[in-house]
């Protein structure tokens, strides 16, 4: 059963990186992986709960690739590196990259927000997210006046500006979440407060 499912979803990530989300249907994801449609709706509700659970998997090796970054460094340069990391990462995926194509951004958003959306991004950040603000405030590289749970809300806070970029407006992304990021971060590593 798990050998149907995992060559479902290899099927599934090789189509919509090669076709793209809207231009691949589940009859060709079947067809491809040698099953009936039928049997695909045994494992999957839906072709964008299939695309979800693929971009999330995505994302998390993306995530992982964050592990490259300094965080010794300067703290501003740190999260700028880390963003272009991101963004790097999103274009040069065809299946994160579909995150920021206007016709199913809300389909997407829709499904990813019923699996947790960014809150279960977030959670499984916090912890590492938390060391790193007590050791950055042990350097003296960030302001030692604010707690750190606040300062974690405000890393958490800054993701949600990307699930809000249709409002803002897509022709300012990614640059709105880099200059917000920046100056979230120059505003914390003042530390003459």
């Not at 090789?14 to 249907?25: D, H, P, Q, R, Y």
């Not at 993306?62 to 880390?82: G, M, N, R, W, Y």
């Not at 194509?101 to 809150?119: A, C, Q, S, T, V």
């Not at 003296?140 to 707690?147: A, E, T, V, W, Y």
Request: glycine share 6%; with cysteine.
């Amino acid at each position: 059963m798990e050998d149907k499912k995992a060559e479902i979803f290899n099927c599934a990530k090789e189509l919509f990186s090669t076709k793209g989300f809207k231009a691949t249907n589940v009859s060709d994801i079947t067809k491809m992986a040698g099953i009936g449609v039928g049997t695909f709706y045994n494992y999957y509700s839906s072709k964008e709960q299939l695309f979800i659970e693929i971009f999330m998997k995505e994302n998390d090796k993306l995530k992982e690739s964050f592990k490259t970054v300094d965080v010794d460094s300067d703290p501003v340069q740190a999260v700028k590196e880390i963003l272009e990391i991101n963004f790097n990462g999103i274009n040069t995926n065809p299946i994160l990259k579909e995150w920021y194509n206007r016709d199913l951004f809300g389909k997407l958003e829709k499904e990813f927000n019923k699996r947790g959306g960014i809150k279960s991004i977030a959670e499984t950040m916090n912890s590492d997210t938390l060391e790193l603000i007590k050791k950055w405030k042990n350097d003296g590289k960030i302001r030692n006046d604010l707690d750190d749970d606040l300062i974690l809300a405000i890393f958490n806070a800054i993701p949600y500006i990307d699930i809000h970029k249709k409002e803002i407006g897509l022709q300012y992304f990614p640059q709105i979440l880099l200059y917000i990021s920046e100056f979230v971060m120059r505003g914390l590593t003042d530390c003459r407060k």
